[in-house]
């Protein structure tokens, strides 16, 4: 009954499931994903209500994360021969799958050529 209730005090929570790709479409294996809750980490009897998540993603590309809180959160992607990647979203779906599409590194410039 006690985890019944915590869960209504936690409100509505998304299943999110997050896809990292190439620009041409190919899944990135082994780039490590952050996700971050932005305004909503309250700790409840010893625990987060929405902590931060590091993973690393699938030989497809994907990274599935147990149910977090609807709102806003931040995610950022690394991946070795790629941009960092970091964006803010509000999800407000009770499932959602974000697409991500890394781009290659830029070339470095030099003021000493």
């Keep these: 009954m006690l985890s019944a209730v915590l869960v209504q005090a936690a409100g509505p929570t998304t299943k999110l499931n997050i896809v990292v790709k190439t620009q041409g479409g190919h899944p990135i ?3 490590s994903v952050v996700v971050k ?3 909503r980490s309250v700790a409840k009897l010893g625990k ?3 902590p931060a998540y590091e993973i690393r993603t699938n030989e497809d590309g994907v990274v599935k994360l147990p149910p977090i809180p ?3 959160i931040r ?4 991946a070795k021969g790629f941009q960092t ?3 803010d979203y509000t999800i407000t779906d009770d499932e959602k799958t974000l697409d ?3 781009n290659p590194p830029q070339q470095q410039y ?3 050529q």
Excluded: M
């Design 29 to 31: 294996d082994r780039a």
């Design 37 to 39: 809750c932005l305004g």
């Design 48 to 50: 987060l209500e929405c």
């Design 70 to 72: 609807q709102g806003k």
């Design 75 to 78: 995610i950022q992607v690394i």
């Design 85 to 87: 990647f970091g964006q």
């Design 100 to 102: 991500i599409k890394l």
């Design 110 to 112: 030099s003021a000493h």
